[in-house]
């Protein structure tokens, strides 16, 4: 005969959540969408520089003057209002430097995308845009595309882990280029809009913060049942 013998178990337990440290990854743009404060980004404008070649030795783009409210107004979207250089002489290279500090480490940097939008405003053929970046691990400044047309153009280029350290200095420094070649009186470099998107690896180690004390209620309280022979 079986007697069936029923074991009513009251407990309470106490519920840690443990998340394992993990990588998280994170996009971040870097533009002029706010110019409420430009610590981290600036633009300056030469335009008489009529000793360049293009693009410049290395030494040489560093200066110039702070740009315009106007400015920086119109580099804030993608919306055919430019920011411009203008000749103010003959066969003058007129320049735009735009400076970011990235606040991410090169060592957590997965990529960088460098984004912009420029034309010309010159009818000759060859009297075009240059749009260049600092190479900082050949102290150079680099050509990646050239802008002649007087239509807006879209110049992009990318940056992998590895090369990192080639457009970003050990400052964070980020520094790109748009300039004239060889263009006279009037004529000019316009920039639309500017953006750089770094996509960096965060480090992540949670803790818990909550503990919680459980207790079952007789309606969560698990019946057991044991046979006994």
């Known amino acids: 005969m079986i007697d069936k013998i029923l074991v009513l178990i009251s407990f309470f337990f106490i519920v840690f959540i443990f998340v394992e440290d993990g990588e998280a990854v994170t996009i971040k743009a870097y533009n002029f969408s706010s110019t409420s404060g430009l610590t981290n980004k600036n633009a300056f404008i030469k335009t008489s520089d009529c000793a360049l070649t293009q693009p410049p030795a290395f030494t040489s783009a560093w200066d110039g003057i702070n740009a315009s409210n106007t400015c920086y107004n119109n580099l804030a979207s993608s919306d055919n209002s430019y920011c411009s250089t203008t000749s103010t002489a003959t066969n003058c290279e007129p320049w735009i430097r735009f400076n970011f500090t990235i606040a991410e480490a090169v060592s957590t940097i997965n990529w960088i995308a460098v984004y912009i939008e420029a034309k010309k405003a010159s009818s000759t053929a060859g009297e075009d845009c240059a749009v260049i970046f600092a190479n900082f691990t050949q ?91």
Not at 140 to 154: H, K, L, P, Q, Y
Not at 194 to 213: H, Y
């Open 139 to 229: 102290s150079s400044w680099t050509r990646f595309n050239i802008t002649d047309t007087t239509v807006e153009a879209t110049s992009t280029f990318n940056f992998t882990e590895g090369n990192i350290s080639r457009i970003i200095d050990s400052s964070g420094n980020l520094s790109l280029l748009v300039e004239g070649n060889a263009m006279d009186n009037t004529e000019s470099c316009d920039v639309d809009f500017v953006n750089v998107t770094v996509a960096f690896t965060e480090f992540q180690t949670f803790r818990p913060n909550i503990t919680q004390s459980l207790t079952l209620t007789p309606s969560t309280q698990k019946l057991l049942t044991f046979n006994k022979r």
